[in-house]
């Protein structure tokens, strides 16, 4: 009879070099006050600010416009920013 060993692999022996590869974080600007801001074409190609909404409660941001933007909760309790 034979019996196999079930669980993790040995993943000592597996370790994969990070030699050459960009790091993720280096797209990452954070504000003093906990917003980060976003690169992606999401953020990038609308109006509002390239910050989402629901990290920077209550914040004043400039928008992609160059126009000024406030979040500011909605009855169900989701930031959106709403121009000033």
């Known amino acids: 009879m034979v ?8 993943t000592r ?3 994969k ?6 790091s993720v ?10 917003c980060v801001k976003k690169s992606t074409e999401k953020y990038r190609m609308r ?3 390239p ?7 209550n914040h004043t941001k400039t ?4 126009q000024l933007y406030m979040s500011s909760p909605n009855r169900n309790g989701i930031y959106t920013w709403k121009k000033l």
């Open 25 to 34: 974080n280096a797209r990452i600007v954070m504000d003093s006050r906990g």
């Open 3 to 10: 019996s196999y060993k079930m669980g993790k692999r040995n």
């Open 51 to 57: 910050y989402p909404a629901n990290q920077c409660h």
């Open 63 to 66: 928008g992609n416009d160059g």
């Open 47 to 49: 109006n509002s600010p």
């Open 17 to 22: 070099s990070n030699a050459g590869k960009k």
């Open 13 to 15: 022996s597996q370790k």
